[in-house]
């Protein structure tokens, strides 16, 4: 059962739990009418302490497609958090208003402390450089809808490892299905976490290898999955300027890739994918966000169990 229950960490839900949740949204992509009053009365507050387009957007958009309604702040400094109310004290009272909240905030682990004290599911949509579930189930599904498995794929991640918390999650979620291969591609000041290697990769038995440029590995990959480099995390902006364009993909490098490889990005992107690459047939990332209204929109009709 899923209803009544927060999104914190990928792996708060079990695979067929997350089954569930993929097949309502190709249901909802299918037939989109027949969702339009399922969480009519229903109210999602959005509280986003952290900038965000898609995220915001996507779960506004998917609350309003389900007939619900939105309030919200992406500003903290026009809320109560500007005269110092604590996490705590914040999702208490959206309790009592809203019916679901998504939040999304710089310091890792805010969205768990408010789950802990929340009547109602909160939605982690990113927490400092650390996870990013819904952007996983975006992930997943748009895996799972053009290569049609889960398994038994190569993925590369590129970029920034380091901080960035979609990867986390995405590696995560990965490593629970059967025989998939992670190719880690980036510079060796933006490489993986040691913990994420550690409890992830090596604990479930994750075939993995790192590497530092695109050219050398991507005739072996399903999945190219681009990052930009976390700007916001970097402690000196020397360090930034140094990294931030340590892969730019292009045609030229595309060369060598399966003919039906998917290039994914969670976007925003900087200069990570040049606009060239964006006719090509195997660039999916502008359809992966559409993806990400949708997921979430079945997402939130099973926490608050509507469908
Ligand atoms: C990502 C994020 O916020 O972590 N964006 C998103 O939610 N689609 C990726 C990023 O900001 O680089």
Redesign the pocket.
């Known amino acids: 059962m899923l209803k009544g229950r927060s999104l914190i960490d990928p792996m708060d839900f079990t695979v067929e739990e997350l089954e569930e949740i993929f097949k309502l949204a190709d249901d909802i992509i299918a037939n989109p009418k027949e969702y339009m009053h399922a969480a009519e009365g229903k109210i999602l507050a959005t509280l986003f302490y952290e900038p965000?387009t898609?995220?915001r957007f996507s779960f506004e958009t998917a609350m309003l497609r389900l007939g619900g309604q939105v309030v919200g702040f992406s500003e903290p400094n026009s809320s109560s958090v500007s005269k110092g109310e604590t996490i705590a004290d914040t999702i208490r009272i959206v309790s009592c208003y809203a019916d679901i909240a998504a939040m999304r905030h710089p310091k890792e682990g805010a969205p768990k402390v408010a789950s802990m004290y929340s009547t109602i599911p909160v939605i982690n949509a990113?927490d400092g450089g650390h996870q990013?579930p819904t952007?996983t189930l975006t992930d997943l599904l748009t895996m799972r809808r053009t290569k049609k498995r889960l398994s038994n794929l190569t993925i590369g991640m590129c970029g920034d490892l380091k901080f960035?918390?979609?990867v986390h999650s995405l590696i995560k979620a990965m490593s629970r299905y059967d025989n998939n291969k992670i190719i880690l591609i980036s510079p060796d000041e933006l490489k993986v976490p040691e913990y994420i290697k550690k409890e992830m990769l090596d604990k479930n038995n994750v075939e993995y290898k790192e590497a530092k440029r695109i050219e050398d590995v991507i005739d072996e990959l399903d999945v190219l999955y681009m990052?930009?480099v976390?700007k916001e995390r970097f402690f000196n902006e020397e360090d930034y300027i140094r990294l931030k364009d340590s892969y730019i993909l292009n045609e030229n490098k595309l060369k060598s890739a399966k003919d039906d490889m998917i290039i994914l990005h969670?976007?925003?992107r900087v200069n990570e994918i040049s606009y060239e690459v964006d006719n090509d047939k195997r660039a999916y990332y502008f359809k992966q966000a559409k993806n990400g209204m949708y997921v979430r929109m079945a997402l939130m009709a099973k926490l608050m169990g509507v469908l």
């Open positions: 965000s898609r995220t990113g990013h952007q960035g918390r979609t990052t930009r976390q969670p976007l925003p």
